[in-house]
């Protein structure tokens, strides 16, 4: 996701519509192979569904996963040249196609549209080699300037160490007894870990001088911690994002049913630190906020029902929990708009399974797509529109566009609420670093400044925060 933001971010709104005016969609079959190692690449691809998996000629190993929002084909683009790695789709993938062609005709006719698309690129192949390049020092020893001689690492390695220590003890104590770690033992051990999230917190936050040294002791925790992140399936799914980022629908299933599972008592373990953690707290709490929010609407609503929809749905167990209430469920009715068909079929099976189907609509769109123009929507006269875990990914010229959207959407007094995560997220160094998890933090004066930009044209009218105080839910009403 962060590529095609970068990618936007530089180029103009006149740039951005004629790229999507121009550009072609292609569809890609499950381990049908896009790029192959050797071969010329003709065009840019930016991945709008589903997952590309890029791995070496020589050995077949999988080097990245590329989610919805990645590029693939630029660096030919930039250097002409065969590719390198091979690129084949996981599973039923879309792309957006951008002849390599068309996009050399553009620059040589428009001098302006090629700086800004070269910068674009740029950045994007500059921060992708800066990261691997500290991976590498990481690995090799190299970053000891960096990251390991800083004071700050020594203290924090030394957690790292109290912690590994207290947990392989609980584990080896289980192991012997054949039993599992004892309650309030694994409690204990818990809350040590929520304290760690926070120390680690301040740490970066006043400790650590500039972008390359918190990357460098970064690398240097996320070391320690990856052997524990791959023993059980949440805390693996965080890390390796099997659906090309972290949030994905099955992810956050697994944070609502908050039931650690592991290989053995230290992946169980490991896997409660991570879905208690405060961020997990926090997303718990949010399904609570936004079913809050939906009953309101409903109650608010005099005749006819009340029309919902929720923009990247993900499981949408906040409307299951809101009609699961509902003594007529004709007083509701929910639009769930998601770009992952999975998330969707996941969805339907759920409304099947407690014979919702009626109150509910499906639509597999993308939202990028929407908010640029590219594509149309006939969802309006909305009572409330809501999103969450999705402006996190998004730099602010396409939140301002999906807002606008949104603004279509809603009849006149209708409601939006835009989720987020406030810069006061004590987890954000562990996520940012350890898990890779990389997001958009905003503040109450943020979400102000964005909805008077866009179609609103005025401040939130409301913002609410989860019990953790680390989600904030802005709100704004269509005039």
């Given at each position: 996701?962060?590529?095609?933001?970068?990618?936007?971010?530089?180029?103009?709104?006149?740039?951005?519509?004629?790229?999507?005016?121009?550009?072609?969609?292609?569809?890609?079959?499950?381990?049908?192979?896009?790029?192959?190692?050797?071969?010329?690449?003709?065009?840019?691809?930016?991945?709008?569904?589903?997952v590309?998996?890029?791995?070496?000629?020589?050995?077949?190993?999988?080097?990245?996963?590329?989610?919805?929002?990645?590029?693939?084909?630029?660096?030919?683009?930039?250097?002409?040249?065969?590719?390198t790695?091979?690129?084949?789709?996981?599973?039923?993938?879309?792309?957006?196609?951008?002849?390599?062609?068309?996009?050399?005709?553009?620059?040589?006719?428009?001098?302006?549209?090629?700086?800004?698309?070269?910068?674009?690129?740029?950045?994007?192949?500059?921060?992708?080699?800066?990261?691997?390049?500290?991976?590498?020092?990481?690995?090799?020893?190299?970053?000891?300037?960096?990251?390991?001689?800083?004071?700050?690492?020594?203290?924090?390695?030394?957690?790292?160490?109290?912690?590994?220590?207290?947990?392989?003890?609980?584990?080896?104590?289980?192991?012997?007894?054949?039993?599992?770690?004892?309650?309030?033992?694994?409690?204990?051990?818990?809350?040590?870990?929520?304290?760690f999230?926070?120390?680690?917190?301040?740490?970066?936050?006043?400790?650590?001088?500039?972008e390359?040294v918190?990357?460098?002791?970064?690398?240097?925790?996320?070391?320690?911690?990856?052997?524990?992140?791959?023993?059980?399936?949440?805390?693996?799914?965080?890390?390796?994002?099997?659906?090309?980022?972290a949030?994905?629908?099955?992810?956050?299933?697994?944070?609502?049913?908050?039931?650690?599972?592991?290989?053995?008592?230290?992946?169980?373990?490991?896997?409660?630190?991570?879905?208690?953690s405060?961020?997990?707290?926090?997303?718990?709490?949010?399904?609570?906020?936004?079913?809050?929010?939906?009953?309101?609407?409903?109650?608010?609503?005099?005749?006819?029902?009340?029309?919902?929809?929720?923009?990247?749905?993900?499981?949408?167990?906040?409307?299951?929990d809101?009609?699961?209430?509902?003594?007529?469920?004709?007083?509701?009715?929910?639009?769930?708009?998601?770009?992952?068909?999975?998330?969707?079929?996941?969805?339907?099976?759920?409304?099947?399974?407690?014979?919702?189907?009626?109150?509910?609509?499906?639509?597999?769109?993308?939202?990028?797509?929407?908010?640029?123009g590219?594509?149309?929507?006939?969802?309006?006269?909305?009572?409330?529109?809501?999103?969450?875990?999705?402006?996190?990914?998004?730099?602010?010229?396409?939140?301002?566009?999906?807002?606008?959207?949104?603004?279509?959407?809603?009849?006149?007094?209708g409601r939006?609420?835009?989720?987020?995560?406030?810069?006061?997220?004590?987890?954000?160094?562990?996520?940012?670093?350890?898990?890779?998890w990389?997001?958009?933090?905003?503040?109450?004066?943020?979400?102000?400044?964005?909805?008077?930009?866009?179609?609103?044209?005025?401040?939130?009218?409301?913002?609410?925060?989860?019990?953790?105080?680390?989600?904030?839910?802005?709100?704004?009403?269509?005039?």
């Open positions: 996701m962060k590529q095609a933001v970068t990618l936007f971010q530089e180029l103009s709104h006149n740039d951005v519509d004629w790229l999507l005016a121009n550009a072609s969609e292609g569809q890609l079959e499950a381990n049908e192979t896009l790029i192959e190692a050797g071969n010329a690449v003709d065009a840019i691809h930016l991945v709008v569904q589903g590309l998996s890029v791995s070496t000629p020589e050995t077949a190993e999988e080097l990245a996963i590329l989610g919805p929002g990645d590029l693939v084909g630029e660096m030919s683009f930039l250097e002409q040249e065969p590719a790695e091979s690129v084949t789709a996981t599973e039923r993938t879309a792309t957006l196609i951008l002849p390599h062609a068309l996009l050399h005709d553009r620059c040589r006719d428009d001098p302006g549209f090629s700086a800004r698309l070269h910068r674009s690129l740029g950045r994007i192949l500059s921060r992708r080699l800066r990261r691997a390049n500290r991976r590498l020092a990481v690995q090799e020893g190299a970053d000891a300037a960096v990251g390991a001689e800083h004071p700050a690492w020594h203290r924090l390695g030394e957690k790292i160490g109290d912690f590994k220590a207290i947990v392989h003890e609980a584990n080896e104590v289980a192991v012997k007894e054949g039993t599992s770690i004892p309650h309030d033992v694994a409690d204990e051990i818990v809350a040590q870990f929520r304290d999230y926070a120390f680690m917190n301040q740490v970066f936050e006043t400790e650590l001088p500039n390359r918190r990357d460098g002791v970064g690398l240097l925790a996320q070391r320690e911690f990856l052997p524990y992140l791959l023993l059980a399936e949440a805390s693996q799914r965080f890390y390796t994002k099997p659906r090309g980022y949030g994905d629908y099955w992810t956050i299933e697994l944070v609502y049913r908050n039931e650690p599972t592991g290989s053995s008592p230290l992946g169980v373990l490991v896997d409660r630190c991570l879905l208690e405060p961020t997990g707290d926090a997303v718990r709490n949010r399904r609570g906020l936004l079913a809050e929010e939906i009953r309101k609407a409903v109650e608010s609503r005099q005749n006819g029902p009340t029309r919902i929809t929720s923009l990247a749905c993900g499981p949408a167990r906040e409307v299951f809101v009609l699961a209430d509902q003594e007529d469920a004709d007083r509701l009715h929910a639009t769930l708009l998601d770009i992952d068909t999975q998330a969707l079929a996941f969805v339907e099976e759920t409304a099947g399974r407690k014979g919702l189907e009626a109150a509910i609509s499906l639509v597999p769109a993308n939202l990028i797509h929407l908010a640029l590219r594509a149309e929507t006939d969802i309006a006269d909305q009572d409330l529109v809501y999103s969450i875990g999705l402006i996190d990914y998004l730099d602010d010229d396409l939140v301002v566009r999906l807002m606008s959207l949104i603004h279509g959407m809603l009849r006149p007094g939006v609420i835009l989720g987020n995560f406030h810069p006061r997220n004590p987890v954000r160094a562990f996520m940012d670093h350890v898990l890779d990389r997001l958009v933090h905003r503040s109450e004066e943020d979400m102000d400044r964005l909805f008077r930009k866009s179609a609103f044209g005025r401040p939130t009218s409301n913002v609410r925060f989860e019990a953790q105080e680390i989600n904030l839910f802005a709100e704004c009403v269509r005039e």
